[in-house]
């Protein structure tokens, strides 16, 4: 009966002890746990951060006022233009991303929901895993589920994200003021042809004033081709009347935003800076624009054929960053892009 009761004695010790080490690893999995590359990967992003906080003090950036509560709310009161950005979980992949913008002017009230991507997907292959070979591509990551649409199981897993305000982190149910808010999201992405994640995805969401900027650095997880790839994208349902592509020396092409329109071929000489949309129901306008990065000037994975941006008559612009001419990267590889989306006013 000793015997018993010491064994029993024993077992109960050392099932404490495994609860508490599983603790402690749950405590520790974001810290102590997590990687090299995602901590050098974090500490660039926070440096990031800072320096946008430093930046916005002096460009004397407005104070937006912000309700963190599940979703994010962030609102610029300006003279009679009001701008609210709604940030939260999108998409069939539960990531963390933009849900909604709206825009007030008087009696002008102009909501634009997000129910696609503004950030692109990927349409990319695994060199390593062989499994699906014969997969048609597609795209994954963003808001496309594994039928190549939204619908289907997810094609991308959100790791983790973080909220910063003028720099400090906020969680919980808080609301406040700053001149700047940050959002760092990290997720994986699988490929077409695996149901292996292929790709790591590092997202700095920069907001001040009404615009919306956002870093993306993509690290290959194993040896992968990126077929193609547009980075950013415009909703654009509601604007109506035409899109103007700007390009480096200050000249603009017009066109209706009811046609299939493009910015022309791929020129090394005079790129394509940004893309504004119009409309003749209110005076909003959008401005989507690509911020060049070393990997971006000149575009080296277009062929001369195909514009550097394109609008859809099906209510969607884009940018090409990958068209023609794969991105081929090795496992570790880096790649990094920017851009911003901003609401003015006519």
Excluded at 132 to 152: E, K, M, R, Y
Excluded at 296 to 313: G, I, N, R, V
Aim: proline share 3%; net charge negative; with cysteine.
């Amino acid at each position: 009966m000793k015997n018993v009761k010491g064994i029993f004695l024993i077992s109960l010790a050392w099932s404490l002890v495994l609860a508490f080490v599983i603790l402690q690893l749950v405590a520790m999995h974001n810290n102590d746990f997590m990687s090299l590359t995602d901590k050098e990967n974090f500490k660039e992003l926070k440096t990031l951060i800072q320096k946008d906080v430093l930046y916005g003090g002096e460009i004397k950036a407005d104070k937006l006022s912000y309700t963190l509560s599940g979703d994010l709310r962030v609102t610029n009161h300006k003279d009679a233009f009001t701008y609210s950005a709604l940030m939260g979980i999108v998409s069939i992949n539960t990531c963390y991303g933009i849900k909604e913008f709206s825009l007030t002017q008087y009696d002008h009230l102009v909501v634009i929901p997000s129910n696609s991507d503004w950030l692109s997907p990927y349409q990319v292959k695994s060199e390593d895993d062989d499994a699906h070979l014969a997969a048609l591509p597609q795209f994954t990551g963003g808001w496309h589920g594994s039928n190549g649409d939204s619908t289907g199981p997810a094609t991308s897993f959100m790791k983790s994200f973080q909220i910063f305000a003028d720099g400090k982190e906020i969680i919980g149910h808080t609301a406040g003021q700053a001149q700047t808010i940050n959002i760092i999201v990290n997720q994986i992405i699988k490929g077409y042809n695996t149901d292996n994640y292929v790709l790591e995805e590092y997202i700095l969401y920069t907001l001040q004033n009404n615009k919306v900027q956002m870093r993306v650095k993509i690290v290959a997880l194993q040896n992968v081709v990126i077929e193609e790839y547009y980075g950013l994208e415009t909703l654009n349902a509601q604007f109506n009347e035409f899109v103007h592509y700007h390009y480096e020396d200050g000249t603009s092409y017009t066109q209706s935003l009811q046609n299939f329109s493009q910015s022309g071929p791929n020129s090394a000489l005079n790129h394509v800076t940004s893309l504004t949309l119009s409309s003749t129901e209110h005076p909003f306008i959008l401005r989507a624009s690509l911020l060049y990065a070393e990997h971006l000037k000149p575009f080296p994975h277009l062929t001369p054929d195909q514009p550097e941006a394109f609008t859809e008559s099906y209510g969607k612009s884009y940018y090409n960053i990958v068209r023609g001419q794969p991105l081929i990267m090795k496992t570790g590889q880096v790649f990094k892009w920017a851009g911003s989306l901003q609401f003015t006013s006519q």
